[in-house]
C-alpha cells in the first residue's frame, strides 16, 4: 500500500528554511567567517523576525567584526518578548562589556547568574567586568576591550572619505582618544604600526569625516578614536613587559621605514575580503583567481617587509583548499590544506594549525575516511578554545565513530558534546549531540536509554520548530519503543506471531479451496 505524502503546512516550511539558514550561520561562525556568517543570521531573522536565537547569533557576530553597538540592538531585540532569555541577557552583558559600559554589563552578568547559576560564563563575565572596572578607577581614560575580529570595513568607509549622514547623540558622551606620555618611546613600541597611527589622528581632525557614520550605524570618529585608543593601550602594555627608558630608547636606531606601505596593506585587505566575500555568493573561480594573484604578490615581499608573511600565506592556502574543495576537486583541497597545515607548524601558528586539521579531517569523512578523519580532528582538540567549536568538533568525531561500528566510542563523544553545549545554552546543538548518543545506545542494545534521549532530543526539537527534525526523531522514537516492547515481552510477541500465522494458513486453506474445481456427479 503506497504511503501517503505528508503536506507541510507555510509556517512548517518557514520554521525549517530559518532552522537550515541558522545552522549555516553557526557552521561559518566556528569557521570564523564572520561576514558570512552574518548574512546567514540576518535571511533567518528577515524570514522570522520573532525568532530570538537568531538575535542571539547575529549579536555575536557583531561583536566579532567590531560592531557592538548593533550587537546591543541585537541582544535587546532577543530580549523584547521574554526578558528572561538566558542567551540574550548574556549576550547584552557581553555587548555592554565591549562598549565600555562595564557597571551596566556587571549588573546583567549578576542577573544572568541568578537565572541560570549552573552556567560558567556569568562568573566568567563577572570577574572581567569587576577587574576592568578596577582597572578604570582615577583614570580619565576610555578602556576598550580587544577583540579578534574582522576591522576591514573601517578601511571600506576611510577609504570613501566621505559621510553617509550625521546621527546625533550615538554615544552618550565624546571621549578623546588615549594619549601616550611619551610619543618617543611610542613609536619605538609600535614600530610599523606607529605611522598608521598617524595616519589615523590625521583623519579624526577632518570635521566632515567624524561627523559621518558608516552603513552599520557607527560614527566615524568614534571608530578611528577607539583605533588609536586600542594602538596606545598596546604600547602602554608592551612597555610594562619590557620598560624602555629614555635613555635606552635614545641608542636605539631609528626603525625603517617598512616597504610594505600603506598602499600594499590596503591592497591586502581589500583582497581578503574580495576572496571571502566571492566564496560566500558561490563565485569560486573567481575567488581562486584572486587567491592565485595575492599568493604570488605575497611571495614577492621578504620576511623584513612582511612580519606575518607566513601568516598570512597559511590563510591563502586555506582559501585555496576551500575553494577547490566547493569546486570537487578533493585532492587538489587536500594539498593545499596539507601546505597550510605544514606550513603553521613550522611556524608555530595555532590558530592556523587548528584550521587546516578541520579541513583536512573534513575531506576524510567527505570521502568516507572515517579513521583518517578522526585522528585529525582529535589531533586538533586542544587547539580548540571555543565552546561551541569544541561541541562540533565533539559531535562530529562521534559521528565518525558510529559509521565505523564503534557505538561505544561513539557514545561517550556524543556526551561530552553534551556535556559542552549546556555549558553554551546552545539547544540546537545539544538536540543534535543528544540524537548521537541516542542512536549510540540503539546499536549498543540499550533501548531504554536510546527511548531516553530520542525523547529529549524530540524536546529540543520542538524548542528549535525544526519540523523536519522533529519527523525524523519521532520515527526513530516509535521504531525503537516497538523493539522495547518486543524485548520486554517476548512471550506475548510469540502468541501474536502464532495468531498471525494460524490466520495465513487459514487464509491459505479458504483460498485453495476457491480455486478446486467443482466436480459432476
Known sequence: ??????????????????????????????????????????????????????????????????????????????????????????????????????????????????????????????????????????????????????????????????????????????????????????????????????????????????????????????????????????ADFWSQEKPISPKET???????????????????????????????????????SKTEDVIKTVQGLTDKDCPIKDEIMCFLHSCMGNAFFDLGDLDKAMEYHENDLNLSRLCDVPDATSRALANIGCIYAEIKQFAKAIEFWEERIPYIHEGLENTWMLHEIGCCYLELNNPEKAKGYGLRSIAVAEEMFDDMWQLRATVLVGQSELKLGNLESS??????????????NDVMALNAIQKALDDTKEQLQKQQHPSQNEENEEESEEEEEEQEEVEDASEKPETLE
Open 451 to 464: 527511548v531516553s534521549f530520542f525523547e529529549k532530543a524530540l524536546n529540543f526539537a520542538e524548542l528549535e
Open 250 to 288: 635614545s641608542r636605539q636606531p631609528k626603525p625603517p621605514k617598512p616597504s610594505l606601505n600603506t598602499r600594499k596593506a590596503r591592497y591586502l585587505i581589500k583582497s581578503f575580503d574580495e576572496i571571502t566575500r566571492s566564496l560566500a555568493a558561490g563565485n569560486v573561480k573567481a575567488s581562486l
Open 1 to 234: 500500500m503506497a504511503t501517503k505524502k505528508k503536506h507541510y503546512t507555510e509556517e512548517e516550511i518557514l520554521q525549517s528554511k530559518t532552522s537550515a539558514l541558522r545552522a549555516d550561520g553557526e557552521w561559518k561562525y566556528r569557521k570564523r567567517n564572520y561576514k558570512q556568517a552574518l548574512n546567514s543570521f540576518t535571511a533567518a531573522v528577515e524570514l522570522t523576525p520573532k525568532e530570538k536565537r537568531c538575535y542571539v547569533s547575529r549579536s555575536k557576530c557583531y561583536i566579532q567584526l567590531g560592531q557592538f553597538r548593533n550587537a546591543l540592538m541585537d541582544a535587546e531585540a532577543s530580549l523584547a518578548e521574554d526578558p528572561l532569555f538566558p542567551e540574550g541577557v548574556y549576550q547584552k552583558a557581553e555587548a555592554l562589556y565591549y562598549l565600555g559600559e562595564f557597571e551596566f554589563a556587571l549588573v546583567f552578568y549578576r542577573r544572568g547568574l541568578k537565572l541560570r547559576p549552573q552556567m560558567v560564563g556569568w562568573r566568567l563575565g563577572i570577574n572581567k567586568a569587576e577587574e576592568a572596572i578596577i582597572g578604570s578607577v582615577g583614570s580619565s581614560s576610555y578602556i576598550k576591550p580587544e577583540v579578534m575580529g574582522d576591522l576591514s570595513y573601517l578601511e571600506e568607509e576611510i577609504s570613501r572619505k566621505k559621510p553617509i549622514a550625521v546621527v546625533k547623540n550615538l554615544t552618550k558622551k565624546d571621549r578623546p582618544p588615549v594619549a601616550m606620555k611619551y610619543e618617543r618611546t611610542t613609536r619605538h613600541l609600535l614600530g610599523g604600526f606607529y605611522e598608521h597611527k598617524g595616519f589615523l589622528e590625521k583623519l579624526l581632525k577632518d570635521e566632515d569625516l567624524t561627523k559621518g557614520v558608516t552603513k552599520n550605524g557607527e560614527r566615524m570618529g568614534d571608530l578611528l578614536k577607539n583605533c588609536i585608543t586600542s594602538l596606545n593601550h598596546c
